[in-house]
């Protein structure tokens, strides 16, 4: 496509030190008051907030740009279709795709998945294969495979954690065989923060032939990802996780893999032509991406992405890491205060439970004082049950928090174990 406005993202910023109060005036939410407190967010992992960036690329697309894409041949579908491929190719680069129709704009994580396990999956899955999954899923990358293992008759395999949260890689290479077709997991986990030796997976797995998915939504948020260097065969994040709307996610996959494979979902856009004999497929991405699209929803992941690239990724992931360690050390001597999850390598995720209070009492006391944090199982029950317990507590970090979130929320923790302790 002609006239793209192509972006790059650097790793880096401007290597200063962040200047977290400016970055905060770009958050009109941050401004908040709750229950008269001022609003200390800390569940970023659920989703993060967004910047004004954002916010003014989706009133400008509304105001200005919007118009249905693709066929259109009238002024403002030209210009909407454009920034909705110039996106395409900006997020592409981001990823370091080499092709950006390896990218299918998807909802987020879960219809990614549920893509590739409708798509792929039911094609080159067959009764008796295998698909390895890990201890720390979240549940959008285990029912998915669940559901297509009972209906093909294939089997899941489950590489285990120690008592840290982090995966027995030894145990990992004892699964796999010619018989495993899928290797699925996470990045960063949700519910602990391990961060996961994803290339190490990857290339275990290939070397047995299998492909492998990368669940990125709490990579992508915190450090650089690059599907080139990793090899996976498919990738998936999520927009709202990344400081971008919800509703809008990538999955990115190999270009033969996704010229191979069946469309997901038929309606207008994936066709090339229908007849009452039967239809042919558009070419990639469009085969996969049946109906009207979250048009405002990618250009505006763009815009997200564009806004924390240039503040760097890379600070980025040493404030938030300074965080953690902050916050760790700031929990450590309340009474009764477990980690959950304490891996040697991990992002952005403090969980924990509290002897003898419910994490839903703990995170209504803290919610008294306008602190918001997480409590439940997170979505990742099977790891609940492996950890013999129903829930944690969990505060996480993103790049607009800072030392005194960290200092309210821990003496908020004091409050409550004083209370309810
Ligand atoms: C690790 C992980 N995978 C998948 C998802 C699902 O993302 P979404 O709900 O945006 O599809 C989440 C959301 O919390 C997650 O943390």
Redesign the pocket.
């Known amino acids: 496509m002609s006239n793209i406005q192509e972006l790059t993202f650097p790793r880096s910023g401007n290597a200063q030190a962040l200047d977290i109060a400016k970055i905060r005036e770009e958050f009109p939410i941050l401004q908040l008051q709750v229950r008269g407190n001022p609003l200390v967010y800390l569940d970023n992992?659920?989703t993060t907030q967004k910047p004004l960036a954002v916010l003014d690329r989706i009133q400008r697309y509304y105001r200005e740009e919007n118009a249905n894409i693709h066929r259109g041949v009238h002024y403002l579908s030209e210009v909407a279709t454009r920034h909705y491929e110039e996106a395409r190719v900006n997020i592409a680069r981001f990823l370091g795709a080499r092709h950006s129709h390896e990218l299918i704009f998807v909802?987020?994580?879960?219809?990614g998945i549920n893509l590739v396990a409708s798509s792929w999956g039911k094609q080159n899955i067959k009764a008796g294969d295998e698909i390895i999954l890990s201890a720390l899923e979240?549940h959008?990358?285990i029912v998915p495979w669940q559901i297509l293992a009972e209906e093909k008759g294939a089997i899941i395999k489950v590489i285990p954690i120690n008592d840290a949260g982090e995966l027995l890689i030894d145990e990992y290479e004892k699964l796999l065989s010619e018989r495993t077709k899928l290797v699925s997991v996470?990045h960063?986990?949700?519910a602990l923060g391990t961060v996961n030796p994803v290339k190490q997976i990857i290339d275990l797995a290939h070397a047995y032939g299998a492909k492998v998915l990368i669940?990125g939504?709490?990579s992508t948020p915190h450090f650089p990802v690059d599907v080139q260097e990793l090899d996976c065969d498919f990738f998936v994040f999520?927009g709202?996780?990344i400081y971008g709307p919800t509703g809008i996610?990538i999955l990115y996959g190999k270009e033969e893999l996704l010229l191979a494979a069946p469309p997901y979902q038929g309606g207008g856009d994936m066709i090339s032509r229908v007849s009452w004999e039967g239809s042919s497929w558009n070419v990639l991405p469009y085969k996969f991406e049946a109906g009207t699209p979250h048009i405002e929803g990618s250009i505006a992941l763009t815009e997200a992405i564009r806004w924390f690239s240039e503040i760097g990724l890379e600070q980025i992931a040493a404030h938030e890491g300074a965080l953690l360690e902050r916050a760790t050390e700031a929990v450590a001597d309340i009474p009764g205060l477990r980690l959950v999850g304490t891996a040697r390598n991990k992002a952005s995720v403090l969980s924990f439970v509290l002897e003898g209070i419910h994490p839903n009492d703990i995170g209504a006391l803290l919610d008294a004082n306008g602190i918001a944090i997480r409590t439940g199982h997170h979505?990742a029950q099977p790891l609940m049950d492996r950890l013999n317990i129903a829930a944690t507590a969990r505060a996480s970090f993103a790049v607009y928090n800072t030392e005194e979130d960290v200092d309210v929320f821990a003496a908020g923790l004091r409050r409550v174990q004083s209370i309810l302790g």
């Open positions: 992992a659920a909802r987020g994580c879960t219809e979240h959008s990358n996470l960063v986990s949700n669940d939504a709490q999520s709202h996780k996610g979505c």
